[in-house]
């Protein structure tokens, strides 16, 4: 690991100060309105462990009135009325408004969760993407269609499925609410989202972009909060569905609190996918790839390959070459250029990777490089690219999700063996696999199951279907599929 020139520049608040605004009123049904208490999010910066902004923490009654305004405007307001074309209009006016802040964005995530730019910049590209597909999204889809049936004539008829409350975490929050208000809006839905405690800030200027863009009143609230707020707004009679990215844990709980009224609901959660390398490939061609598929965003990515598959009688070529491109990786300040690999996002995220480095070495792995506190990065939440060989599946580094920059190799004698592996999980959200062999790469990408494969690449792609097998989740987003889960289906026979 290197490291940036960190040292000299991480006590810079004031300059931070500048690109972080703080907020005082929180976005409810299209208007900046004063919260109904007192009580604000501190916005800690995880470079420096320094505070530096504060937005209101919505409470129950903030809730409330979101709840009444997104009702309202459901129940009686112009925008579930309108067509799917003439609401996409509206929406490309929230993508313009969304890139006119991208610079913005870029900055203020950096400074709030510690994101390297060129990593933040790459969220709030996608995100921009997100809003310009789901413009063209009504000349891709049929939300209504004739049919005829034994004595009579039939259509089906898709409708908006009703208030739509959004639940996001903090690795990605513009992308994410835009994976969700996008298509729910564009379906007709009227939408709350609370972001998480963790780097709400980006989740205001989102607010801003929906101000300019000028929606009917009451269609889109953004009220950050914590879990127990959070907890109060899933239940609440006046919201239809649920559409929650963010922890196993916490989606397992938001389901069962769903199930007491058949609300919707769908769940991006957790992962922990795996690489498979096969025989034939030539690794120098792959690793770096790999590692950063890894790693990247300081591994806080649901979909990142974490779990690295390699022919047993090529673990110590492989895992020396991971090494050396780990031990490469610039860690530091988020915003110097050279940066690779910023902090964790907070104070907590780097307790659970240590946590879990420290499991790591009690169960038997062997500790390649990393594990620790990267030397003079001391004020900020920085733990060092890490790197575990001879990991058996059955470990908790291997069966649980990190979220952070800690990679496990393990080896297998045969295809058949890497392929259960790669199933032996809770989880099923992404995959890779490697291979010179092209038919044997594909019948891979078709037994591993998970709700994305890759062949000899990785992306994350969320402009066509993107969710979880198993415990990563519930339901797609993105796409044409991303639209029909805000949309419930109606038969209407006419004799
Ligand atoms: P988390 O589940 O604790 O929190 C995520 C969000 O849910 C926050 O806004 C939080 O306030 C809220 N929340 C938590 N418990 C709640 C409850 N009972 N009721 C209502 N709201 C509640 O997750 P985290 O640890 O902050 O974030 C990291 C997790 O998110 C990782 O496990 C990661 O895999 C997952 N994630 C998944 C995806 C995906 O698309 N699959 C994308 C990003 C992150």
New binding site residues.
Partial sequence: MRQSSIEKELAMPAVVEKIIPSYDRLFIGGEWLEPSTDAVIPVVSPTTGQQIATVPHASREDVDRAVAAARSAFDDGPWPRMTPAERAVVLARVGTEVEARLEQMIEVFTAEIGAPTAASRAFHEMAVGIWADIATLPERMQFEQDLALPGARGSIVREPVGVVAT??????PVA?ASMKIGPALLAGCTVIL?????GPVTTMLLAEAFAAAGLPAGVVSIIPA??ET??Y??SHPGVDKIA???????GR??MSLCGERIARITL????KSAAIIADDIDADSILTGITFAGVGHSGQV?AALTRILVPRQRQDEIVGKLAAIMENIVVGDPVDPETVLGPLASERQRDRVEEYIAIGLSEGARLVTGGHRPHGLEHGWFVEPTLFADVDNSMRIAQE?I?GPVLVVIPFDTIDEAVAIANDSPYG?SGAVYADDTDLAESIARRVRTGQMSINGWQMCVAEPFG?YKQ??LGREGGTEGVMSYLETKLIQRF
Avoid: D, Q
């Avoid at 639940?167 to 990605?172: K, Q």
């Avoid at 991006?268 to 992962?271: C, D, H, M």
């Fill in positions: 639940v996001i975490p903090w690795n990605g994410a609370k972001p998480a405690e963790e914590g879990r959070g907890e707004l899933v929650f990215t963010g922890s196993t844990a916490a709980r938001i991006e959660l957790g992962g649901c999700e979220f959200l979880g990563s989740g």
